[in-house]
């Protein structure tokens, strides 16, 4: 069996023997790890991966390090970032460039269009990478891979980076690419009354901030949201929903191994947000963290993608339990065996791909 067919087949399994249970209001799903029945371990493919990264870390830990040399150290993190992943797309998705005027300047988009006739849907992406790092060409395939799946015209945004830019650049950015979007559909051939928001990480943070920010504005583009592990809790402050503690994750095996990679996210995100707001906001706004804000009740429905063993994990449950307990239809689906930025891996992790699946079933169960 070549591994072309035997990671679709894969991706396929993982439509099998999906658990959905009620959990604090919200229907919680959970993937199962696609070629075994363990559990609370790594899917053996993220194993790899990890152990491989596990080495290059402790290469880095082995040099010396300034920690007063800021652009150093975002030079090293942006190395890091992303995974050459592959292009799964099966029909032809047209990729254009196109930069429009912003407040800050311009904003590059990249722009997927499926070959499906007619007004599509619209998703705007916005990638993740902690608001320092990441890019358009990280998450292209993701990108593309929905736009086929989803009949949609997705739509990726190139906003501006911390430290060079600190907040409210890239949230700015954001907005005003969705808000070009809404403005613009009848040239890109895309239904106003059908645009949702998306991202990764920071992107998901990026993205459910933006739909707070179209209801306070009563401008009312985004219609869903489809939040991929964000963090939307940047503050950890302890509220009704949330109360991280490392017992919330159970670990059968490489505990060495998992227990830190959860906790090292924890430990890297507090610089991360000190580079994104350089003192410009409180980090309990609820642009910053929106599981803090009065105003969920307005949000469309959304669907929640988790890691097994992501530090975010338990805040977007939180966010999940708020949301629900808000009145905002809410679907959670947490993909066992797998860690933060999975999504990156689509082509090898058949979790990724699944995901760009669910997005796509749900998109056209609300855009009816």
Same mark, same amino acid.
């Given at each position: 069996?070549?591994?072309?067919?035997?990671?679709?087949?894969?991706?396929?399994?993982?439509?099998?023997?999906? +658990?959905?249970?009620?959990?604090?209001?919200?229907?919680?799903?959970?993937?199962?790890?696609p070629?075994?029945?363990?559990?609370?371990? @790594?899917?053996?493919?993220?194993? +790899?991966?990890?152990?491989?990264?596990?080495?290059?870390?402790?290469?880095?830990?082995?040099?010396?390090?300034?920690?007063?040399?800021?652009?150093?150290?975002?030079?090293? !993190?942006?190395?890091?970032?992303?995974?050459?992943?592959?292009?799964?797309?099966?029909?032809?998705?047209?990729?254009?460039?196109?930069?429009?005027?912003?407040?800050?300047?311009?904003?590059?988009?990249?722009?997927?269009?499926?070959?499906?006739?007619?007004?599509?849907?619209?998703?705007?992406?916005?990638?993740?990478?902690?608001?320092?790092?990441?890019?358009?060409d990280?998450?292209?395939?993701?990108?593309?891979?929905?736009?086929?799946?989803?009949?949609?015209?997705?739509?990726?945004?190139? #906003?501006r980076?911390?430290?060079?830019?600190? #907040?409210?650049?890239?949230?700015?950015d954001?907005?005003?690419?969705?808000?070009?979007? #809404?403005?613009?559909?009848?040239?890109?051939?895309?239904?106003?009354?059908?645009?949702?928001?998306?991202?990764?990480?920071?992107?998901?943070?990026?993205?459910?901030?933006?739909?707070?920010?179209?209801?306070?504005?009563?401008?009312?583009?985004?219609?869903?949201?489809?939040?991929?592990?964000?963090?939307?809790?940047?503050?950890?402050? +302890?509220?009704?929903?949330?109360?991280?503690?490392?017992?919330?994750?159970?670990?059968?095996?490489?505990?060495?191994? !998992?227990?830190?990679?959860?906790?090292? @996210?924890?430990?890297?995100?507090?610089?991360?947000?000190? @580079? *994104?707001?350089?003192?410009k906001a409180?980090?309990?706004?609820?642009?910053?963290?929106?599981?803090?804000?009065?105003?969920?009740?307005?949000?469309?429905?959304?669907?929640?993608?988790?890691?097994?063993f992501? *530090?975010?994990?338990?805040?977007?449950?939180?966010?999940?339990?708020?949301?629900?307990?808000?009145?905002?239809?809410?679907?959670?689906?947490? *993909?066992?065996?797998?860690?933060?930025?999975?999504?990156?891996?689509?082509?090898? #992790?058949?979790?990724?791909?699944d995901?760009?699946?669910?997005?796509?079933?749900?998109?056209?169960?609300v855009?009816?």
């Amino acid at each position: 069996m070549s591994n072309t067919t035997s990671y679709m087949n894969l991706v396929s399994k993982m439509s099998e023997d999906v +658990q959905t249970i009620q959990k604090r209001g919200f229907d919680f799903i959970v993937k199962r790890i696609p070629d075994s029945d363990a559990t609370c371990e @790594l899917d053996p493919r993220v194993l +790899q991966v990890t152990l491989q990264a596990a080495e290059k870390m402790a290469a880095m830990e082995s040099e010396s390090f300034d920690p007063s040399d800021t652009a150093g150290f975002v030079t090293g !993190i942006r190395a890091m970032m992303g995974w050459n992943n592959d292009d799964v797309t099966k029909s032809k998705v047209e990729t254009t460039y196109k930069t429009i005027d912003g407040t800050n300047g311009p904003i590059p988009l990249r722009i997927y269009t499926p070959a499906n006739e007619g007004i599509l849907p619209a998703v705007v992406f916005f990638h993740g990478g902690g608001f320092i790092g990441g890019s358009v060409d990280v998450v292209e395939n993701p990108c593309k891979s929905l736009a086929e799946k989803a009949g949609a015209v997705v739509i990726s945004v190139d #906003y501006r980076l911390a430290p060079e830019h600190a #907040y409210p650049a890239g949230l700015t950015d954001c907005f005003e690419a969705v808000t070009w979007v #809404y403005e613009h559909a009848d040239e890109m051939h895309v239904n106003p009354q059908q645009i949702a928001v998306s991202g990764d990480s920071a992107g998901g943070n990026l993205a459910t901030v933006c739909t707070l920010m179209d209801i306070e504005k009563g401008t009312d583009m985004i219609k869903f949201q489809a939040l991929i592990y964000p963090t939307v809790n940047m503050a950890g402050v +302890q509220t009704e929903d949330f109360n991280w503690s490392i017992d919330q994750y159970e670990i059968r095996n490489y505990s060495e191994l !998992i227990t830190p990679m959860i906790k090292g @996210l924890a430990e890297s995100g507090e610089l991360f947000f000190s @580079l *994104y707001l350089q003192s410009k906001a409180e980090i309990t706004d609820p642009h910053v963290s929106p599981l803090l804000s009065d105003k969920l009740g307005s949000m469309p429905p959304t669907l929640i993608a988790t890691a097994e063993f992501d *530090y975010l994990k338990v805040e977007c449950e939180a966010y999940a339990a708020k949301l629900a307990r808000s009145g905002v239809p809410t679907k959670l689906i947490q *993909y066992n065996g797998t860690d933060h930025a999975f999504m990156d891996k689509i082509g090898l #992790y058949p979790q990724a791909e699944d995901l760009m699946n669910e997005i796509a079933k749900e998109m056209k169960r609300v855009f009816v």
